[in-house]
Nanobody, 122 residues
């Protein structure tokens, strides 16, 4: 079955950086959409960044210029480089993947999800 496993979360000071990874098994990212979402306590899951099947990237306004999403289709790994981190970036970060019709940065566009990795910025 499809499995996505996130890693790289942790605690960091304001202005610091983290790099998240998401490894897929029994699945290939090639030709599919991939994304990072996050969820702060008491809030809904929000889209952070995504790469569509053609390789086009899309970012939430709140992270533009600070976060970079990338993927390696050969080892089926998705990355999120996060720089200049702010307290409001804190939350659980999830990777998701899906195919076909898609609404940009909408949770409904993604069929498979990882368990999440915690990011705390203080």
């Amino acid at each position: 079955h499809v499995q996505l496993v996130e890693s790289g979360g942790g605690s960091v000071q304001v202005g610091g950086s983290l790099r998240l990874s998401c490894a897929a098994s029994a699945y290939t990212f090639r030709g599919n959409h991939v994304a990072w979402f996050r969820q702060a306590p008491g809030k809904g899951r929000e889209g952070v960044a995504e790469i569509d099947a053609s390789g086009t990237t899309n970012y939430a306004d709140s992270v533009k210029g600070r976060f970079t999403i990338s993927r390696n289709n050969w080892n089926n790994t998705l990355y999120l480089q996060m720089n200049s981190l702010k307290p409001e970036d804190s939350g659980t970060y999830y990777c998701g993947t899906g195919s076909g019709w898609r609404l940009p940065l909408r949770e409904m566009s993604y069929a498979y999800w990882g368990q999440g990795t915690q990011v705390t910025v203080s």
